[in-house]
């Protein structure tokens, strides 16, 4: 297996193994990878959906995500698409996944299906080199707090995707989310201290208004997507990224409009947020 970083705070690539018939031991060295940088984008993979499922059951449980279509035939694999027609993609923000959950899934396997001639990237941002930019003084104030997160303001009717041309193919806009974190957590394997709040799913912190919170939250978010915390993952067919929700933020971009890009996600179930 040979890596090479991304970039300099988050991101690997990863070359010389198949995933369908990968050892225990080189899965434990990509598990390795994953949790140290973040995001691994494995190249020249040749993973049918069945592998995928079977990959993913070895690195761990499914969480089946409850919004997003699935592929037919496959419920585990969740269908990130965006048709020639269409305006608006999945995940055009920068999130993390899940952070609604009370249990927020560990990370996701993307793999690239269906690619536009050029654009589509997704671009990833690590919540380690985030938090160390920070001052004492303020790393000291946000290790006191924790967050409160939800998806209602995004998928429920009336939320962001029912104003979009994606509403149709959306499911679960009955459910109601919330969850609330810490806001600096430990990474349960690297131990190190991570940002845990995100653009997408973060509604304020808790005993604070969501105008009292605002501002604070703008702040980490400018800082957390600075594009020096950021790696590019450019997709080629055969492409396969891992990431790691607890230690990157990511979004996917929408610069392909004409074209289709299809992308089957398996989400991974998590482990209890710790601070
Ligand atoms: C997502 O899981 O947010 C989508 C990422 C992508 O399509 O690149």
Not at 254 to 263: C, E, F, I, K, S
Request: hydrophobic letters at 35%.
């Amino acid at each position: 297996m040979h890596q090479s970083p991304l970039a300099e705070h988050v991101g690997v690539e990863i070359t010389g193994v198949q995933m369908s018939s990968l050892e225990d031991e080189a899965l434990d060295a990509l598990k390795q990878a994953v949790y140290q940088n973040g995001v691994a984008v494995l190249r020249d993979q040749e993973l049918s959906p069945e592998q995928h499922i079977a990959f993913a059951k070895r690195w761990g449980g499914i969480d089946v995500n409850p919004f997003f279509p699935t592929n037919s035939g496959w419920p585990e694999i969740a269908e990130v698409r965006k048709a020639e027609t269409q305006r608006v993609n999945i995940g055009g923000g920068w999130h993390t996944d899940h952070s609604y959950d009370e249990i927020p899934a560990m990370g996701s396997i993307l793999v690239a299906r269906e690619l536009p001639p050029s654009g589509g990237d997704t671009l990833f941002s690590s919540a380690g080199a985030a938090y160390d930019s920070l001052s004492d003084g303020l790393k000291q104030t946000l290790d006191t707090l924790r967050a409160v997160h939800s998806a209602d303001h995004i998928y429920q009717p009336g939320g962001f995707y029912s104003k979009t041309d994606q509403a149709e193919e959306l499911t679960g806009q009955e459910l109601s989310t919330r969850a609330v974190h810490p806001v600096v957590i430990r990474h349960p394997v690297t131990g190190r201290k991570l940002l845990y709040v995100n653009p997408g799913f973060t509604l304020h912190f808790e005993g604070w208004s969501r105008e009292e919170s605002l501002p604070l939250l703008a702040y980490l978010y400018e800082v957390a997507s600075r594009e020096e915390f950021q790696c590019r993952v450019q997709w080629q067919p055969g492409s396969v990224a891992i990431w790691d929700n607890r230690a990157t933020w990511h979004l996917a971009l929408n610069d392909y409009h004409g074209h289709r890009r299809v992308m089957h996600r398996i989400t991974l179930t998590g482990d209890p947020i710790a601070a």
